[in-house]
Every structure is written in C-alpha cells, then in structure tokens.
C-alpha cells in the first residue's frame, strides 16, 4: 500500500476534529453518566458509602490520554450527571463540594501522571508505576479529601475524609490502570491477534469471573464463610501478570474489584452484612493489598520484555552490520571455542557455519601455520590480550591467501570475560608485496657485496701489477744507476748527477709503491693483520703526529683474508675519523682474538659526536663501515658521545660470514 | 781463494737479472730461483754461504722459507731484499732470522755491505729504515707495563662496570656495544689478567683502585 492511498484512507475515516472531539466527548459523557448512576446504585449502607467511586478514575484515564487544551470538555461532559442531579436537589453545599474536590484531584493526577508516570506507560515499568501510584493514588485524593470531607458534619470531618480518600484511591488503583492500559495497547497492539492467546485470555477471564463469583457472590454462609477464600483469585492473576503483563493484571483486578464490590453490596461473600463502614475498609484495603504488589510484579515483567526486545534488537543490528561488513568477523566464547562467523568469513572459506564452529575454522588455516597460530591465540586468550596474527587460510577455491587476523577480548556489561571478537583482512597482496621487495632487498645486497669483492679484486690486481712491475723495474733502473756511480772513472759533476737520478727514481718508486699500497695493502697478504695494522698504525702516527697505541694480543692465524682487509679497511676509516673530527692526541687501537671471534677496538678521548646526526651525514664514512661488516657477518658498534670520546668496536667471526 | 757462494730469490726476472750482475764480480751466484718453495729447496740442495731473497715472492713469501729453512737446521745466512719501506716487514725478517734487510733500491752499496757483513756474522740494516726500526723496538720493550696497564682503556672501562656489579648485558646497555662484544671483553679481561671468578676480578680491581669501597 503506497503512502498516498494510505493517506486518503486516512482521511476518509478521520472526521473533522471539532466533530470527532464532540463525539468523543459525548461519548465520555454517556459513559460518564453510566458510571455514575452505577455508583450511586452501588453504596454501601449504613452511611452510603462507595468503595470505588468510578467516575473520577474513568476521566483521569481520558485526560492522560487527550491534549490538555480538551480537558474543559471532558470535566464538563463527565460531572454533566453529577451537576444535574445537583441541579435538580438545588445545589446543596455538599455536592458543591464534591464536584470541586473531584475536579481538583483528577487535574493533579492526570498532570502527575503524564509529568512523571510517562502517561500511558504508566505501567511498564516500576519507576514509572511508583510515580502513578504517588500522584494518582495517593497525592490526588489525599489532597481533595481535605476539601470533599467539610461535605460531613464537622464531628464527622476525619471519617469523611477517610471515605473520600479510599474509595478515589481504589479507583484509582483498579478501574484507571485497566482503562489506561486498554487505551495503551489499543495504540501499540498489533493488528493480528494470535487465536491461542485470544483463547488464552478468554479463559483467564472465564475462570476468574467464575471463582469471583464463588468466593465473592456465593450467598454468605453467615459466620461459617471461610477469609482465607479471598485468596483463590491470585493464581489466575499471577498467570495474566506473567502471560500478559500490565494489561493482564489490570484487567483481571479490575474484574476482582467489580465482583468483590457488587458482592459486598448484595450482602455475600466475606465482605457481606457490611453493616458497620469497617467492612468497606476491609474490602477497600483487601483490593488495595492485591493490586499493589501485582502491578509491581506485571511492571517488572514488562520492562524484562522490553529489555530483552532491545537486546534482540541490538543482536539484530549487530548481524546485518557483521554480514554486510567488508571485513572477516569472529566471535569465541569464555572457552577458546568460536561461537560465530560473519557471512563474509563464509563467503570466504566456502564453508558451512557448522562446520567452522568451535575449533572447526583452524582446519582452513595452513598446516604450516597452524600450530604457531593455535599457540599465539591461546596464549593471547589466557592473558585476556589484543592479538594480531598473520597466517595463510584456505579460500574456497582452495588457495590459501595471507589474512591478518586481530582479536579483542569482549566483556559482559558487569565486567567478566566472555570471550573474544576478532576481525580479518586478506593480505595476500600486501605479503606479496612484503617478499618482493625483501627479495629485491637481498638482490640488492648480494649485488652490492659482489660489487664491492670486484672492486677489491680489482685493486689488488692493480696493486700488485704496479708493485710487482713498475716499482721493481724503477729499482732495478736504480741498482743500475747505483752501479754506474761506483764506476771510478767517471768525473764528480756525472757521479753526482747519476746520484740525483738515483734519488729521483727511488722517490718514484716510494711514491708508486705508496699508491700501490693505498690501493690494496699487500701487507696484509705478506705479513697477515697484526703486522699490516701495527705498520698501518705507525704511518698513521707519523703523518698525523697523533700517538697511536696499539695492541695485538692472541690473533690467532688463519683469518679469512676478507675479514682481515675488512678490519683492516674499518681502522684506516675509524682512524682517518680521529684524525679529522676528534681534535685529540692519542688513539688506541686494540686487536684481540678470542676462540671464535676476532675484536677491533679504536678508540680517542677526543671531542666525540652525536651518533644520531653523525649516522645521516656521509663523511665519517659510518654506513660503509657497517656494510663491509656486514659482508663478513661481524657487528661494528659505534659509541660517541660529545666530549667524551668515540669507540669503534668490530666483532668479526672467525669463520667469516656464516649464511 | 774461492768466492762466497749466493743464491738469489726474486720472482721479477730482471730484477733478478740485475742482481746478478751485480754480485758476479764478488760473490758466486749459484742459483737463482723464482719462489718461495723452491728457495727451500735450492736451499737444502746446495751448500750456501749466503741467500738474498725477496719477501715478496708467489707460493711461500721469503720470511715463510726463511723460517722453514732455519727450523730444517740450514745454516746459511739470509738477507732480504725488499721493495717495503716498512718497519715491519723489517722486524718481522729480523725475528726470522735474517742477518740483513735491505731496500732494493738502495741495492748497488748497501746489499754489498749487507752479504759482506752477513759473511762476518753481523746484521745489516738498510740505513733507510735502522733508525725506524730502533725506535719502534724501543716503544714496545717490555718492563715498563704492569698489570693493569695490560688492559686497553676500553677493557678498564668494562672491568669498573663488572667490578660495579653489572652483568655483560647491563655493560652493553652502557657502553652501547652488542651483548656478545661485552662478553667477549669479559673473557678477554679474565684471561689477560689470569684470573677465573667475578669475585677475583672484584677484588683485583680494588686491589688496583679501579673501584673503591
């Protein structure tokens, strides 16, 4: 049905609203006027007394439920009977009286109740009951009872007063919850009525009607009556309360009150030969007794109901959330065993929800993968932590995709543990992406070792032609100037000339020799490490005049040559360093060997640095000491702090790089 | 009289050429070879005065064969003959037991006076590079040192630590080294110093005042 149509029906069933109010009004007049001939009819001997007065409850009902700019009507349409029949006795004071206390009491009840008893919700909950019971029940009619009793002699002030008071609060308390609620749930019901319930409620209704009648109306049996009867009623009232909660219990009470009254009036039951105004406080406070703890018990249940809708509600919003999210979802309970699985994790695994319950999902998880992560969920779950784990699951198609899988211990609202949620995402792309680049990464260092291992090769291959050839070809030009200038025949100005040559051509030869060694020191390969550091150490101390100490203790032989020109190339680089930054005197170079490893130590009392700011500035050379390092799996640590010197340590293994 | 008898040993054959030609007149080249093993050998084959060889030769270098000879018992003198200008490849032929090191390109004089010298049961020294070599014997004569100077200054600092109570690890964490660099100085400082326990080692380093009370 479009909105549109809806709307015209709407309309054709709506007459205008001053016709519809005028009709409503009529209507409560009517009822009105019904109720209260009834309740006239209704008085209880000696002293006429009503033990429930129904028309100011069946107004309070109107007036809870229609807007308060209608209430004028109401009022008038209701006491029309009542002023009429005063009109027709010539207004005496007391039925002035009446009117004006009646009036008063309901507006502050139907103001109470739609202030603080949430009006037709008035018995849904036990707050909202309290609030009706206080205003309405109490308040109202303790109020009024002070204007209603001077309607009485004055000696009889107190006992008009408690006339007053009891039978508006056993209205108020029966006749006003059953109307309210039928008015409630005639807005809320649904519109399709279960035939089991119908049946139900029928039965309920029969079953009281007949033991009210029993208990209540049976001809009394005199002094032989038993009290203890009144109590057959609870059960059947007990069963509408849990069955059918507010609207049950109102009901059914108001089906108690109306029988006990009318029982009471025809002089049966145990309310009966109500000769004295003590019986109708008897049955006034046996009807209040009942309906009290009652309503409270039907208002508990209602607001257990509602409760339980929300979260049924909540539950729902939660699954459509979960199904339609783009992400795998989880959920365990308190014992490790997993409870739930979101579409999308179904969807994923191509598995029945059966069949991934309790432990059933870890047989999708790679057998590679299974065991570590069994391992890290059990250990997260017993200290109650985050996790985050990575692990190849198996998808439909049956290739097993990298998932991150993040869990979160949840807790009922009191705080204990109840379990965990988790969620997951496919990171099979990402993981490729991850071995690439660690793949390009290895690539990429193998490629730079290799580099570096040909420019050395290719060093020391030019070191050795130019020692090997140029330098001992320039000495033997030497020898053979040096054997010219022994010649006793040539003149003093030939010898001193050959002897300049002679000394020009071992200056070449030093400077070749020099650069030879810059590019590859032979000396390592002649002499071994101990030997080529000390040599390198005593240049160093020449050149620079900064005194070098050097240590060389237990290096045992057999260093791999790599790992040898590597030390050997970090302490010309760490010294190098002292000569340019550290501003000092002396240095101490240690060289230490131990069963497996092979220590390097440089160190200055010198000025120091800021390790942090030396690492990304190029000049001290700091990266390419560590990548040579790395190249024979040793480890170099750097210590510097300014003002307080630099170490250089370098730990190289024995056995060069194990891979 | 019959000539003191050489071999030569150099792998640059005009080098060794020359060489030849200039010892001829004084000395007789019995040989001349190429490497480090066939020195040894040579060596052992022919009765020899005096062997001049190069330090750096192909196969075994010339300290190596030098060493190898004198161990067999082969009497002969050796003097090296060198394009280092290095103080230690001297010492390093000195402790060999070379009688003479000289500087190729200070050959024509000073490897005459070296195997003159060697002949008389003295030990030459290319003046180039004896006073160098002097020196750098008189920097590491033993005697001035005591214990605790044994130590690098790195290892004091890593004693003090320990002796404070530190484990390896804390030590690291200090000095900023690896764990294993720590514990390789701990094994070193207890062996330099002979010592087995942590408890020695805190009391050697009151003893030395390295830590106080």
Redesign the interface.
């Known amino acids: 049905m479009s909105p549109r149509n809806e709307a015209t029906k709407d309309n054709t069933r709506r007459l205008p609203g001053a016709i519809r109010l005028a009709v409503r009004v009529l209507a409560v007049g009517v009822i009105c006027h019904v109720s209260t001939e009834i309740g006239f009819a209704n008085k209880l001997p000696p002293h006429n007394i009503s033990a429930l007065w129904p028309t100011g409850a069946i107004l309070l009902s109107v007036l809870v439920a229609t807007p308060v700019r209608h209430w004028w009507a109401y009022t008038v349409a209701a006491y029309f009977t009542s002023v009429m029949n005063d009109a027709r006795a010539g207004f005496p004071v007391a039925a002035i009286l009446f009117v004006v206390a009646g009036v008063f009491e309901i507006w502050i009840a139907a103001v109470g109740v739609r202030r603080f008893a949430g009006g037709l919700r008035a018995f849904d909950n036990p707050r909202n009951l309290i609030a009706f019971i206080t205003v309405a029940v109490i308040l109202g009619p303790f109020l009024s009872a002070f204007v209603a009793a001077f309607a009485g002699t004055t000696q009889n002030y107190w006992f008009y007063w408690r006339v007053w008071f009891l039978s508006e609060a056993v209205a108020f308390l029966t006749l006003a919850p059953a109307i309210l609620t039928c008015i409630g749930v005639a807005y809320t019901a649904p519109r399709v009525v279960f035939v089991p319930r119908l049946v139900e409620i029928c039965l309920i209704v029969c079953l009281l009607i007949a033991i009210c009648a029993r208990v209540f109306n049976w001809p009394s049996a005199g002094d032989g009556s038993v009290p203890a009867l009144v109590y057959l009623p609870l059960p059947l009232l007990l069963w509408a309360a849990m069955r059918f909660g507010p609207l049950g219990v109102n009901i059914s009470l108001l089906i108690v009150a109306i029988m006990s009254i009318s029982g009471a009036v025809q002089g049966r039951g145990p309310f009966a030969g109500a000769s004295s105004a003590d019986h109708v406080v008897s049955l006034q406070l046996f009807l209040i007794a009942m309906s009290t703890p009652l309503m409270f018990l039907a208002a508990l249940i209602a607001e257990g109901r509602l409760k339980a809708i929300g979260l049924s509600e909540s539950e729902a919003r939660f699954r459509s959330m979960a199904d339609t999210a783009p992400v795998m979802i989880w959920m365990s309970d308190a014992t490790k065993r997993c409870i739930y699985f979101n579409k999308p994790w179904l969807d994923f695994t191509g598995r029945a929800i059966a069949q991934e319950l309790g432990d059933g999902w870890a047989e999708g998880i790679h057998p590679d993968d299974r065991e570590r992560c069994m391992t890290e969920y059990v250990t997260a779950f017993d200290a109650r932590r985050h996790f985050g784990m990575e692990y190849r699951l198996r998808r439909r198609d049956g290739e097993y995709r990298w998932i991150l899988d993040c869990g979160n211990p949840r807790s009922a609202p009191d705080g204990t543990f109840v379990g965990y949620i988790g969620s997951c995402i496919d990171i099979a792309e990402r993981k490729q992406a991850e071995v690439q680049l660690r793949a390009s990464h290895e690539q990429q260092r193998d490629l730079a070792s290799r580099l570096l291992r040909a420019q050395e090769e290719e060093r020391r291959r030019l070191a050795r032609e130019m020692h090997d050839d140029l330098t001992q070809r320039l000495a033997v030009m030497a020898i053979d100037v040096g054997r010219l200038e022994l010649q006793p025949s040539l003149s003093g100005t030939v010898t001193e000339s050959l002897r300049r040559t002679r000394d020009q051509l071992v200056t070449l030869s030093e400077d070749v020799h020099d650069l030879s060694r810059q590019l590859h020191p032979s000396i390592l390969d002649d002499l071994g490490l101990v030997d080529a550091l000390r040599s390198e150490c005593d240049r160093f101390s020449q050149r620079e005049t900064i005194a070098v100490s050097y240590q060389a203790d237990t290096v045992p032989a057999g260093l791999p040559r790599d790992s040898a020109l590597c030390l050997y190339l970090i302490a010309q680089e760490a010294l190098r360093n002292v000569a340019r930054h550290a501003e000092t005197d002396r240095v101490e170079v240690t060289l230490t060997g131990c069963e497996a490893d092979v220590l390097l130590t440089v160190s200055d009392e010198g000025k120091g640095f800021d390790l942090g700011a030396a690492r990304s500035h190029h000049g001290l050379g700091l990266v390419s000491m560590e990548e040579r390092a790395r190249l024979i799996g040793a480890e170099v640590s750097i210590q510097s702090h300014p003002g307080k010197g630099t170490t250089v340590s370098v730990l190289s293994p024995l056995r060069g790089r194990e891979s | 009289m019959t000539r003191p008898r050489v071999l030569l040993a150099d792998?640059?054959q005009?080098?060794a050429e020359?060489?030849k030609?200039?010892l001829e007149p004084e000395f007789e080249v019995v040989d001349v070879v190429s490497d480090g093993r066939e020195l040894v050998a040579a060596a052992k084959r022919h009765r020899l005065d005096v062997i001049v060889a190069d330090?750096?030769m192909p196969t075994l270098?010339g300290?190596e064969a030098a060493i190898q000879l004198r161990d067999a018992g082969v009497a002969s003198k050796v003097i090296f003959l060198t394009?280092?200008?290095?103080?230690?490849?001297a010492?390093?032929a000195l402790e060999a037991g070379a009688s003479g090191f000289v500087l190729?390109?200070?050959?024509?004089?000073d490897l005459v006076t070296a195997i003159r010298e060697a002949l008389r049961g003295q030990t030459y020294v290319s003046p180039m590079i004896a006073g160098?070599l002097l020196e750098?014997y008189r920097e590491s004569s033993p005697g001035k040192q005591d214990e605790a100077s044994r130590l690098?200054?790195?290892q004091r600092e890593v004693l003090q630590l320990l002796a404070e109570g530190c484990s390896a690890k804390e030590v690291a964490a200090i000095?900023?080294?690896?764990p294993?660099?720590a514990e390789?100085?701990r094994?070193?400082i207890l062996s330099?110093l002979g010592i087995q326990t942590t408890a020695e080692l805190v009391q050697y380093a009151i003893r030395h005042e390295i830590i106080s009370l």
């Open positions: 792998d640059h005009i080098m020359g060489l030609g200039l330090i750096s270098n300290i394009m280092h200008r290095d103080v230690a490849y010492r390093r190729k390109h200070s050959a024509p004089s160098e750098s690098t200054r790195r000095l900023k080294i690896s294993r660099t390789f100085h094994a070193r330099a």
